[in-house]
């Protein structure tokens, strides 16, 4: 369990130079240009993109797998340099069949017919794992549990998300979505027509139009949920904590509590007990996932402040979690 600071291409490198060889990378990587200062323009989105799949390719072991977000659409073209990425080495790396899936978050529920209105993110809009070509990894089968609060869903009605393109729009697309329903949108809190809904979507993409339905964050705080024990939730849902504070504290404007869509991804993508790279830790969400789901997570992070969180967030755990 450690952190790194610097960004995927010059960190990279050193991790597989030290030999050792990893089971899981999980790299919610960046794909708009501009929008980071260590992706400035395409060109560096190309060499980040292609210095993460060299990652997986020089580290991971024989059964090892990685699961990446490939955006889709102008202006956030990574799913291009993975293809290119993929041309130039057609024997290394293979996507798992049946994994690939995209992620939506809702908005606002109709209450008359339960009908949901979704937002793609760009960050987090379409995953797809690979692992080595002749390997025969694949994905885990997990369910959320009861215990887990779900909501009742009729129809999702997409949108392709306003953000990073126009932050400001009037009305917003689910306000416009609300409109041509003949409801006021302006009168949003104790509406009985419809209500604000905090859920993050995912859609296979083997299995359009089915969704698995993840809460932002566990409404059933009386006791454990996701399988967790009562010791680690009390943690992860501490006011006072300061590394899951850290974490919980997103500063985009759109940016969800993810950290539930990742430790789903960790309980689907990897095993109890295993070591992963987390080679774009942002907030610390994902790492505070990697270590929900009893995983050794290595960072990377380019930005002083945010891998200054991933220090906190670990050295929050192993007190708290690891030797108490």
């Given at each position: 369990m450690r952190t790194l600071h610097g960004n995927i291409i010059t960190e990279g490198p050193k991790l597989y130079r030290e030999g050792y060889r990893y089971k899981r990378i999980i790299s919610p990587t960046p794909c708009v240009p501009g929008r980071w200062?260590?992706?400035?323009?395409?060109?560096?989105?190309?060499?980040?993109?292609?210095?993460?799949?060299?990652?997986?390719?020089?580290?991971?072991?024989?059964?090892?797998?990685?699961?990446?977000?490939?955006?889709?659409?102008?202006?956030?073209?990574?799913?291009?340099?993975?293809?290119?990425?993929?041309?130039?080495?057609?024997?290394?790396?293979e996507e798992i069949p049946n994994s690939a899936f995209r992620v939506y978050y809702a908005v606002c529920k109709d209450l008359n017919n339960d009908d949901v209105f979704v937002f793609n993110s760009p960050d987090n809009h379409h995953y797809k794992t690979f692992r080595r070509v002749g390997s025969d990894s694949d994905i885990n089968a997990y369910d959320i549990p009861a215990d887990v609060y779900q909501e009742t869903v009729n129809k999702v009605y997409k949108a392709g998300g306003c953000y990073p393109l126009d932050h400001h729009p009037t009305p917003s697309e689910s306000d416009a979505w609300l409109l041509e329903r003949g409801y006021d949108y302006n009168l949003k809190r104790n509406n009985p027509n419809f209500k604000k809904l905090k859920a993050t979507f995912i859609e296979y993409d083997h299995a359009p139009d089915v969704f698995i339905q993840i809460p932002q964050q566990p409404t059933n705080f009386t006791q454990p949920c996701f399988g967790l024990t009562e010791k680690v939730l009390d943690h992860v849902l501490s006011p006072t904590n300061k590394g899951t504070t850290h974490a919980r504290a997103r500063i985009e404007k759109y940016a969800k509590w993810d950290m539930w869509l990742y430790f789903w991804m960790m309980k689907v993508h990897t095993n109890p007990g295993e070591n992963v790279i987390l080679?774009?830790?942002?907030?610390?969400?994902?790492?505070?996932?990697?270590?929900?789901?009893?995983?050794?997570?290595?960072?990377?992070?380019?930005?002083?402040?945010?891998?200054?969180?991933?220090?906190?967030?670990?050295?929050?755990?192993a007190r708290n979690i690891t030797y108490s």
């Open positions: 200062p260590s992706v400035s323009d395409a060109a560096a989105l190309e060499q980040t993109i292609y210095a993460t799949m060299d990652l997986a390719n020089n580290i991971l072991a024989p059964d090892g797998t990685i699961t990446t977000n490939v955006g889709r659409g102008k202006g956030f073209n990574g799913q291009e340099e993975l293809k290119n990425w993929q041309a130039l080495n057609p024997d290394k790396l080679p774009f830790a942002q907030d610390g969400d994902i790492t505070v996932a990697a270590l929900m789901a009893d995983l050794k997570p290595v960072t990377i992070e380019s930005n002083l402040l945010r891998h200054s969180i991933q220090k906190d967030i670990m050295l929050e755990w």
